[in-house]
Each structure stands twice: as structure tokens, then as C-alpha cells.
């Protein structure tokens, strides 16, 4: 089968892939479509070190193929939308409701798959750039089947991140301020999560001017190309300051915009021994600083909560795909992606 494999030099579309049968507890999903998150070229370039060769792709819905002993909450021809979480189920902080925290969760990336005699990683426990993925039980999230596959692709990792990282991480309130810096397909879920909130100010800041657009449909009542004429629009700083770049400088930018009792939320991934630096007295009026994995999500509640959302017409999936491109056309849909030309670039099977 097809997919895009990373060999620690290059990124290959290969058709020789293969992938093993599901395992008890196991669901093997046929991948219909799947977004090109930063992460995925974080993995390409460094940034994020990850074990190769390794089959990428972390954020896809697709179709139930087959089930292992045990499964019994979907079958065979249902859609689901896949999270990125192996969580165990059984331990302390999967039973508090905080499946990111799951010890079993990090850290562990597994080998289900294979080309000729050599065995392929799975990253974020996941690979959904593949005809065919195998997942834990409890990453395959069934949803209505009036959910087009395409947008129903991205709810796995930018929605459940963005719009995640505001309802459960930051939890901001009805008629707080809020500040994205990077409107990429993260901070664009950031803009939507902060007006299902009921924020009364949503500054997008993004560095490339044709950004404006899709920021202000996704819920920006401004648009700046810096950070620095904040303070023009919010003179005593925001309540909440989400950073979705992954740049140092950005976050020093970010806890120093913050109002009183503000707080930065972190969702940009630098690389992994990068240090930022801030004023230590900036933070004493109560302000903190929040890191945030994967937007805190409880996959099994939100997937199914985001997608209901999207049925009622409160959340934005379609507008997301900005570009649709067949597997093959993964180089393409990269530079589409790096030149910033696409809120999400979206890979079909
Ligand atoms: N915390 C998590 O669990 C999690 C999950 C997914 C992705 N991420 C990370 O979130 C970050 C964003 O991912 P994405 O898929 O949205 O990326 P993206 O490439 O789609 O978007 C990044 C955006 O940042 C903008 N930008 C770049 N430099 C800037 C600057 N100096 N000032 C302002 N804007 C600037 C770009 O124009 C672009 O719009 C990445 O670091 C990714 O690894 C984190
Ligand atoms: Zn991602
Ligand atoms: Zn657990």
C-alpha cells in the first residue's frame, strides 16, 4: 500500500508499505484523508526527533476495516476520526479525566508496520499519511457518517489542539481577551475555540499579511503582522496569550503582553532543547505561564463534541481544507504548506 515515510534524509511516497493485522484491543482503519500539521515537517527537519524510518502523519478520519478481539465500540464500515492518544484507559490520570498525562501515552512509538524485511515506526502513535493504519481501540472515535471525511481529517490533532487548548487548558471565559500569535491550522482552532468561549477581543497576529482572511472567518475581531501593536488594541495587555509558532522569541513576546492574572499558553513546539527566557517580576502579578499537550483533550468526548458542533454549523472544518491532494503530491502539498499557502493541506487515498 501507499504512504510517506521518512528515512531520516528523505520523505518518500512509497507503494510497498505493509501493515499488520490488528491486534486484541486494536482497530485497523482505511484513511480516506489526512492534514499536513507543522509536526509532521518538525519531525522532516529536526525539530521534533523522532526514531526512522517512520511512516508520518498524525491528524486523518477514515474507515473501520477490521477489528481485534475485544472491540466492541465500533465495526466494520463505521467512520472515525483518529486521535493521536494510545492512552492505557487503566491508570490514575486516564481515570481523572487527563488521557495526555497517560504515562502509556509518551514516548513508546511502536513498529506495526513494514517494507520488505525492515520494520516502520508509527509517529504519534498514529501514521495517518497511509492507505491503512492500525490503532489502539481507544484512538478510533466514531462519528456521524454526514461528516465529510476530508473535514473530519482535522479534528485529530488541530482541532482537538487549538480549540481544546481554550475550553479545557486556558478555560477562558465569556468576554475575556484573547491573543493568537500564528495563525496556521493551530491558531486558526485557537481563533474558533476563543468565540465559542465568548472572548470579546481576538487579536490574530501572524507574520504573513494573507493570513487575514481565513483569521478573521475563524473568529479574529483584529489582524496585526506583530506582536508589537498589541498594546494598542489592549492597552493593559490580554487575559490569555496563546503562542502557535513554536519560536522562543514569540513566547518571551507572549508573557510580556499579558494583562494582569493573564496567562501564555504554549502550543508551538521548539526544537527540544531550545530555552526561553523572560523578566522574572513581569509574571508577579499572578500571570503564568501554561504548557499544553495536544489541547489537553479527552479524545473520546471532544472528537464526538467537535464533530456535533460542526452539524449544528458552530464549528468551522470545511474552511480549514484549503487544498486537497492525493498522496502522491505530497511534495507539493508540503511547499503549499512551508510557503504558508494553505490553512491546512490535505492528503487523499
Ligand atoms: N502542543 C501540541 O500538542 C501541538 C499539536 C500540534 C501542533 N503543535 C505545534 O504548533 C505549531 C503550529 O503548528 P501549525 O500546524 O499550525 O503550523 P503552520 O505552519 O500551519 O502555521 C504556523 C503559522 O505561524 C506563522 N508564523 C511563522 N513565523 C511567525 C512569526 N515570527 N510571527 C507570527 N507568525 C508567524 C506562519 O505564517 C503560519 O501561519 C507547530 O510548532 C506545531 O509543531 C503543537
Ligand atoms: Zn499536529
Ligand atoms: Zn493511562
Known sequence: MRGVVFDGSQVRVVDDLVVREPGPGEVRVAVAAAGLCHSDLSVVDGTIPF??????????????EAVGAGVTHVEPGDHVALSTLANCGACADCDRGRPTMCRRAIGRPGKPFTRGSASVHQFAANSAFAERTVVKAVQAVRIPEDVPLRSAALIGCGVLTGVGAVLNRARVDRGDSVVVIGTGGIGLNVLQ???LAGALRIVAVDANPAKEEAARLFGATDFLTSAR?????LPTGADHVFECVGRVELIRQAIDLLDRHGQAILLGVPPATAEASFVVSSLYLDKSVLGCRYGSARPQRDIALYAELYRQGRLLLDELVTAVYPVEDFAKARADAEAGRVARA????
Request: hydrophobic residues 50%.
Open 346 to 349: 490535505v492528503l487523499t487515498f
Open 229 to 233: 501593536g498589541v498594546r494598542d488594541l
Open 51 to 64: 526514531p526512522v524510518p517512520v511512516v508520518l502523519g498524525h491528524e486523518g478520519a477514515g474507515v473501520v
Open 193 to 195: 475555540g476563543a468565540r
